[in-house]
Structure formats: structure tokens, C-alpha cells
């Protein structure tokens, strides 16, 4: 079967990326045989929309789960409607969070675990708590 | 002619020279509106204490499928630049939050399958305080699109001798759509290190949208002489320079103008308004030689 994981680096030794937007690279992994590749994430610097452009890439490739850090609303909505079981809180070694996914270690997530947090740069809100970006590219 | 008051860093004091800039002109007998634009957080009405007249939604376009003529084609999320539609497994999803109402979805669909429908973002209110005319926006929380509400502030405006705008901080697209179209604009500053960095971004976002400005510094005398040292470098001029004196910030919270409060400086929002038509003019001559 196959899955994804949000990945640091294009290896199955490098590290879970908490990040699934903008992780910096996606490793989809065939859990029968481990064997891997690794897909440059496009959407890293995306003014908006990288969740669930990311998510919708992953559903293209006919994964079924997604084992990452964080999800948010969107990306999950995506997930969800492409059939794809989302587990959030891995971290540590691929190769190690692949073979605890195996073991049936983890559950799947009901709901995105962080809030939502679209857009990117625009600096609105200099010197305000209020800041945030605009999603516009 | 039409003012935008704006600033990089947040709270150098855009509203107090606003508010107290409005009320010397309408006291001087000229046709004033002031346009607060930052609907995220807007505070003219503190000082204002306005009578408001009219109250009404802020809409923007949302797309809207009619699932029984989709067949999932994908050119709707293909058009969108926002990724605020997206279609999974023939299932067309909508991200209301992310949509900026262009139409253009709707547009291209080939099966005439979306309409728009509008959802409200803010309210918009028209009043007036004094011989003050105010116009105020709120972008209500939770909405990202600003600028919506901005433009809709904007037009609602009618005409006047003089319309002064009070802008959000810094310099993205709340910003820019309020700043857009200005005659002039005051760049707000105070002297210190992130006033400096912020200022150097505003004018950078000035200078790109090709309007005249100048610069006013709040609490001058406080801090260190590099904004100085930099409007002299580039040839800015300094219209307005305001000191740190307690007094307006107490009168500040207590909601009162500077003017009001403390007559002495009634003088000083006088002859940076003089300085600002000066400016104005020359750039107009100088436009045409």
C-alpha cells in the first residue's frame, strides 16, 4: 500500500517534517516492499493555498494515508474528500515512523489538529499582534 | 485633494494626525471627509465620537456549484489563482476564506455550473462628527479580505475639498488598496531603530506607486537623529514633527484631539498642512515642465 510523509529530506532515513504545506519534500513510501520515492514539494513558497494544494498533489498519487505533524482545516478537508487517512503528532526517522505505522501504532485523526493559517508574507500589521498574511500571490 | 496617512511600523501615530489634521481644516472652513481604512482595527471613531447615519454589509462574490451540471472537469480550480476552489475525486470543494470574488471560475466553467453567490465580510458606516464627515469599515473577524471592505470605505466617500485617509501599518495589501489613487501621502514615523527599517519599506512602497510624499515624526525627541539623517540623504521632506510630550498622551487616552486639549498646538497642524499644499504644487509644476 502505498503512503506519504512529510519529509525534511529526500531519504527514508532523513526526518519527519512537521510541516505538510510547506513540508520541503514528500516521500511516498510502498509499505509491502519500503521501497521510496522522494517528490520535491512545489508548494513551499505558494502565497496561499500550499495545504491544500500539497494535499490535493498527494491525492493525485493515489496514496492512502498521510503521516505528518501538523494538519490544518483545509488540507484535512482535502484529504478527506480524496478518501485519504490523515495521522498528525509523527516525528522522528521515516524509516522508523513507516514501520510504527505498520505495527498499527497509530490512529487516525478525526480532525485537523491546528488552527487554520493561510497566506504568507504581506507584513500586514507592523508593530501589531495583529499581523498575518494575506494569502495573495 | 486626497491624503493618505500611512506609516511602516504600527502605532507611530496615524490616527492622532489624521483626527487632528481633519478637524483644523473643517475648522478652517473647508469640506472635510475622513475615510478611517483600517478595518481590522479601526479607532478614528474614538476621537470622532460620531453620529453615524448609515450602516450596511460589506459583500464578496462566492462561488456557488449546481452539483447536478458539475462533471468535475477541474477548469474552475485550473482558473483559480487563490486555490480557493479545488476538485477531488470529481468532488468540487469551496474554501470561502481563500476566495477573492474575481468571477473568474464562473466564467470559464464549461458546463455553466457555478454561479456567485455574496457572503458579507464587514460593514461599512457613514456618519459625521462635527463639520467632520466619517466614513469607517470593519472587516469582520475571522475574514482575510481587507481590501473588500477598503474599496467599498473608499467609494462611499463623496466629494469634499479635502479627503484624508487613515491607512493600516506597514505595506501590504490592506495598504496598498487604501493608499492607491492618493494625491499625497504622510509617512508617520518615530525616531528609533525599527521606525527607521519601517519607514525605509514605506517609502520604497511609495516611490513604486509613484505618489508625491513626505514625512512626519512623531516624538521627535525622543530616540536617536538617523530618520533625520536618512529623509536629508534622500531628499525627503520632513512637513511635521510632533514632540514627546505627556500631555498628548494623556489627552490621547482620554479620547480627546491634541488640538482640543492643548492649544499651543493648533499652530503646528496648520503649517504642516501649508507645507503639504507647497509640496503638492511644486510636484504639479514640476509634473508639467
Redesign the interface.
Known amino acids: 500500500m502505498k503512503i506519504a510523509i512529510s519529509a525534511t529530506g529526500p531519504s527514508i532515513d532523513d526526518q519527519v517534517d512537521a510541516r505538510l504545506g510547506r513540508a520541503r519534500v514528500f516521500i511516498i513510501v510502498e509499505t509491502d516492499t519500503m521501497e521510496f520515492n522522494a517528490i520535491e514539494n512545489p508548494n513551499i513558497n505558494?502565497g496561499?493555498?500550499a495545504g491544500?494544494?500539497s494535499a490535493?498533489m498527494l491525492?493525485q498519487k493515489d496514496v492512502k494515508v498521510i503521516l505528518t505533524g501538523n494538519c490544518g482545516p483545509?488540507a484535512f478537508?482535502?484529504f478527506g474528500?480524496?478518501?485519504v487517512q490523515v495521522i498528525v503528532g509523527v516525528s522522528g526517522i521515516i524509516r522508523e515512523a513507516v514501520e510504527q505505522y505498520k505495527n498499527g501504532a497509530f490512529s487516525q485523526a478525526s480532525q485537523h489538529n491546528v488552527a487554520?493559517h493561510?497566506?504568507m508574507?504581506?507584513?500586514?500589521?507592523?508593530?501589531?499582534g495583529?499581523?498575518?498574511g494575506?494569502?495573495?500571490? | 485633494m486626497n491624503i493618505a496617512i500611512a506609516s511602516g511600523k504600527g502605532g507611530t501615530g496615524k490616527t492622532t494626525i489624521s483626527t487632528n489634521l481633519a478637524f483644523t481644516l473643517a475648522r478652517q472652513g473647508k469640506s472635510v471627509q475622513l475615510l478611517d481604512c483600517d478595518v481590522e482595527e479601526p479607532n478614528c471613531h474614538i476621537f470622532l465620537k460620531p453620529q453615524i447615519q448609515f450602516s450596511g454589509p460589506v459583500n464578496v462574490l462566492l462561488p456557488k456549484v449546481l452539483d447536478e451540471r458539475c462533471n468535475g472537469c477541474g477548469v474552475c480550480a485550473r482558473v483559480c489563482e487563490y486555490s480557493a476552489i479545488v476538485v477531488v475525486k470529481d468532488k468540487v470543494l469551496v474554501f470561502p476564506e481563500l476566495c477573492h470574488g474575481c468571477g473568474g471560475c464562473s466564467l470559464f466553467c464549461p458546463q455553466e455550473a457555478i454561479v456567485e453567490i455574496q457572503r458579507i465580510v464587514g460593514t461599512v458606516e457613514t456618519g459625521s462628527s462635527g463639520a467632520v464627515r466619517f466614513i469607517q469599515g470593519l472587516l469582520n473577524i475571522g475574514e482575510l479580505m481587507s481590501p473588500a471592505v477598503i474599496h467599498v470605505v473608499k467609494k462611499a466617500a463623496g466629494q469634499s475639498d479635502i479627503i484624508i485617509i487613515d491607512s493600516p501599518p506597514g505595506t501590504s495589501c490592506p495598504v496598498i488598496a487604501s493608499v492607491k489613487d492618493a494625491d499625497f501621502v504622510l509617512l508617520v514615523t518615530e525616531p528609533t531603530p525599527f521606525g527607521l527599517n519601517d519607514l525605509k519599506l514605506a517609502v520604497e512602497m511609495v516611490r513604486r506607486l509613484m505618489i508625491p510624499f513626505a514625512v512626519a515624526i512623531n516624538r521627535f525627541d525622543i530616540g536617536d537623529d538617523e530618520v533625520q539623517r536618512y529623509c536629508k540623504e534622500e531628499d525627503i521632506d520632513v512637513v511635521l514633527q510632533i514632540p514627546d510630550d505627556r500631555r498628548i498622551a494623556e489627552a490621547y487616552s482620554r479620547g480627546e484631539l491634541i488640538i482640543d486639549a492643548l492649544d499651543e498646538y493648533k499652530g503646528l497642524f496648520e503649517e504642516s498642512w501649508d507645507s503639504i499644499v507647497n509640496l503638492g504644487l511644486h510636484n504639479l509644476k514640476s509634473e508639467s515642465a
Open positions: 505558494a496561499g493555498g491544500i494544494q490535493q491525492a483545509n478537508q482535502v474528500a480524496a478518501g487554520s493561510s497566506g508574507g504581506g507584513g500586514g500589521g507592523m508593530g501589531r495583529g499581523g498575518m494575506k494569502g495573495r500571490r
